[in-house]
């Protein structure tokens, strides 16, 4: 694909529905040992060999950020995890996604903490974000 130049994978983990965050954080920290940091319900590690961003992202935040409600729509199909590649251009990527059909949620956007995304749906139901994450990259 000419837009879309992928760098390496930002972020991984399971989107959690809310009345399940505590438990699948004791299975992920209590079970699996992976240390976590908290901020509210989001639960993340930067921590983890290989990765650089691993979190238990709460469906309603998902919806927050994808929709600006904490509900997520009943027309689009509900992920169960989603992962986050930084390309080296999201404005290009996000036009190539867009000429080839997919529906974008968020298109190219600049997110308060510094990361520009585009989010869709990917054809295997993951919730996939394109971005741009500086504190992640060596340029």
């Given amino acids: ?11 991984f983990g399971s989107i959690v529905r809310d009345e399940m965050v505590h438990d699948i954080v004791h299975f992920y920290q209590g079970v699996l040992g992976i240390d976590f940091e908290r901020i509210g319900d989001y639960v993340h590690t930067g921590n983890l060999e ?29 992920p169960r995890t989603w992962i986050e590649m930084d390309v080296d251009d999201v404005a290009e990527a996000t036009k190539e996604l867009m000429a080839q059909g997919y529906r974008c949620l968020v298109s190219n956007r600049e997110e308060p903490w510094g990361q520009t995304v585009t989010r869709l749906i990917s054809p295997d139901g993951a919730l996939m974000g394109l971005t741009r994450t500086p504190w992640m990259r060596n340029d």
Avoid: N, R, Y
């Fill in 1 to 11: 694909m000419d837009g879309v130049k992928i760098l390496f994978v930002a972020g």
């Fill in 50 to 78: 290989g990765v650089k961003h691993f979190a238990l992202w709460p469906l309603s935040q998902v919806a927050e950020s994808c929709f600006g409600t904490p509900h997520w729509p009943s027309d689009v199909p509900e």
